[in-house]
């Protein structure tokens, strides 16, 4: 009997279909294998939202530390350097001479406002300009998860932005509580980098001192990373802040020890290298 080619063609298509396709049905570690998505294989669905409002903050105080860098360079006196969520407040002790320079320098802080009563100067941002730190958290936050990701060695995680304020995450593969454990303590942790100042005149009180009373002297409380029982009383102004941070990776120093290596901005450079 005489073999029709258009079957043997239809045999042949089936076992190179069942051979190529054993390694994604099975999930072996050998062969190619389709990437099983979350519908077929399970994993994790988070909808992550983004504190916007802290973003906004933490250029707040980004501003705060510039004017009290720029006040000390140029030898301008000002007192009762504060800040809250939507400004920065101080007062210019010589406001005749000094409050020119003041001003010229507040023209340069993009997106900010200049607000006077007085000696008092207060610095805010244009509505625009807190929509265009939101935005830019939102996807400081996506990138920073992404990279996060990389690291737990997931293949293809879905990360997207979702409306305005939210992130998609989707994480195939995800199989044991521990693994889903990991996974969202990765993803949920802050990235946030400060450079603070311990206060030397009160530390050795800190035992002693609540959040409140720390706060009357313009600091904060924090528990070392390593032992949550010593405690540091810093100033809550900080020296400078990541937004100044232009580059950071790995290296090693000259006994093959790992390092940080990071580079800064024109006005990071200059804090770093004074407070230092």
């Not at 969520?85 to 200049?114: C, H, N, R, W, Y």
């Not at 998609?168 to 942790?189: C, D, F, N, Y």
Request: proline letters at 3%; aromatic letters at 6%.
């Amino acid at each position: 009997m005489k073999l029709n080619y258009r079957i043997v063609i239809f045999a042949l298509a089936i076992v190179f279909g069942i051979v190529f396709s054993v390694p994604s049905l099975l999930q072996t570690e050998n062969g190619k294998k389709i990437t099983l998505g979350l519908d077929l294989q399970g994993g994790l669905h988070m909808l992550l939202g983004v504190k916007t409002e802290e973003a906004i903050k933490s250029r707040i105080k980004s501003i705060a530390a510039s004017v009290k860098h720029f006040a000390d360079r140029e030898d301008i006196l000002i007192e009762n350097l504060t800040f809250d969520d939507e400004s920065v407040s101080f007062e210019v002790l010589d406001s005749a001479d000094d409050m020119p320079s003041v001003e010229e320098f507040v023209k340069k802080i993009e997106g900010a406002t200049i607000a006077k009563n007085g000696n008092v100067v207060t610095i805010s941002f244009t509505p625009e300009e807190k929509k265009k730190i939101e935005q830019h958290a939102i996807e400081q936050a996506i990138e920073t998860i992404r990279n996060r990701l990389d690291q737990f060695g997931l293949s293809e995680p879905i990360v997207a932005k979702q409306g305005k304020e939210k992130i998609l995450v989707e994480l195939a593969g995800i199989k044991t509580p521990q693994e889903e454990q990991r996974a969202r303590e990765l993803i949920s942790r802050a990235a946030k980098l400060e450079l603070m100042a311990v206060d030397e005149d009160r530390n050795a009180r800190v035992y002693n001192m609540s959040d409140a009373d720390a706060a009357e002297y313009g600091d904060v409380i924090l528990p070392d990373a390593k032992n949550s029982q010593i405690k540091y009383l810093v100033k809550e102004i900080p020296i400078l802040d990541g937004s100044m941070l232009t580059n950071a990776n790995v290296g090693f120093d000259q006994n093959n020890r790992p390092v940080i290596n990071f580079k800064l901005n024109a006005e990071g450079a200059d804090i770093f290298g004074d407070f230092t």
